[in-house]
């Protein structure tokens, strides 16, 4: 019986407490990825963009066991978020002038060649809208501030707020690269009140 692999118990960095900001060191880490723009509430684009990752996810990891014998758990969808004013995710809440990445965590053993052979099976069965803007890509965060938010993904501001304007600058320290949010719960099965989402924020020396 070939072992199951779970990221998520694995991995220091998808572990996070409520409400309690914490200083880690990320791994250097592939993903399937998807870049958009606007309100995620009401963008047909973010949309596509979940449903082009999920088909290539699971048939990679078929494969994988297949093939390698090597078999683990599909992680959760990621998100990486910017705009030209931060403060679009904390104060205001324009959500119109957000950029993302949709994001799923992939084994470093799922090469270019193994992901190119999947996004070819998944086109040829139900081709989805946005599979062509798919690519296979590493992150690198280095040293990150996160939490765990549980609650409506409406009600991060105040969390946000805190981890940026005060949580940072009291570890001497500078906000760098992009707002990353982990869903651990499946929006669609979980009232919105029982949403647990990781917060992460990349950092640098101030």
Request: aromatic residues 8%; negative net charge.
């Given at each position: 019986m070939t072992e199951k692999i779970d990221f998520k118990k694995q991995l220091d960095c998808y572990q996070a407490k409520r409400n309690a900001f914490r200083v880690i060191e990320v791994p250097t880490?592939?993903?399937?990825?998807?870049d958009g723009h606007g309100?995620?509430?009401t963008s047909q684009e973010f949309a596509d963009a979940a449903a082009a990752l999920y088909p290539i996810a699971y048939k990679l990891k078929f494969a994988s066991k297949k093939e390698l014998g090597r078999d683990y758990v599909v992680m959760p969808l990621e998100g990486l978020w910017w705009s030209d004013n931060m403060d679009t995710f904390t104060s205001a809440r324009d959500k119109s002038q957000w950029n993302w990445t949709l994001m799923i965590m992939l084994p470093d053993w799922i090469d270019a060649q193994m992901f190119d052979a999947t996004v070819e099976k998944v086109a040829a069965a139900d081709k989805p809208a946005s599979l062509d803007k798919v690519r296979l890509q590493t992150l690198d965060?280095?040293?990150c501030v996160?939490?765990?938010h549980?609650?409506?993904y409406d009600d991060e501001a105040a969390i946000l707020e805190q981890m940026h304007h005060q949580f940072i600058p009291a570890q001497n320290a500078r906000m760098t690269g992009k707002h990353h949010?982990?869903?651990l719960s499946d929006f669609r099965k979980t009232a919105?009140?029982?949403l647990r989402t990781?917060?992460?924020q990349p950092i640098s020396a101030g």
């Open positions: 880490l592939q993903y399937l990825m998807v309100d995620p509430n965060e280095g040293t996160q939490t765990l549980v609650g409506s949010e982990i869903y919105p009140e029982k990781i917060l992460r």
